[in-house]
């Protein structure tokens, strides 16, 4: 079955860190654009990081610069977003997404996605919470 899955996904309090996980299966993640999105409940999905393809570019949200990190292993065909010095704003579910779009840098995908662009694969979800 081709999927995405996320896990990871918890309940912190503030200050806290935690990492999320995105597993590709019936494909390889090799030549595809990682994307992290969140929608907290009212809002809209905005994108939080990207990975271009070959993985030599990143793009963070301002929110979050500074606190998170994307990385890629591609030997188990899995995306990491770590996440520190949560707050209570990055309250949401995550997502992942993955594109076999050729995209130049990190920031072009995520940009290109939070304007509607088609992406092949979305994973479905994980919740993050962070509240004392």
């Known amino acids: 079955q081709v999927q995405l899955v996320e896990s990871g996904g918890d309940s912190v309090q503030p200050g806290g860190s935690m990492r999320l996980s995105c597993a590709a299966s019936?494909?390889?993640?090799?030549?595809?654009?990682i994307g992290w999105f969140r929608q907290a409940p009212g809002k809209e999905r905005e994108a939080v990081s990207c990975i271009n393809n070959n993985g030599d570019s990143t793009y963070y949200t301002d929110s979050v610069k500074g606190r998170f990190t994307i990385s890629r292993e591609n030997a188990k065909n899995t995306v990491y977003l770590q996440m520190h010095s949560l707050k209570p704003e990055d309250t949401a579910v995550y997502y992942c997404?993955?594109?076999?779009?050729?995209?130049?840098?990190?920031?072009?995908?995520?940009?290109?996605?939070?304007?509607?662009?088609?992406?092949?694969?979305w994973g479905q979800g994980t919740q993050v919470t962070v509240s004392s």
């Open positions: 997404t993955a594109d076999k779009y050729t995209y130049a840098t990190g920031q072009a995908m995520c940009l290109s996605l939070e304007l509607g662009a088609h992406s092949d694969y």
């Open positions: 019936g494909f390889s993640l090799d030549y595809y654009a």
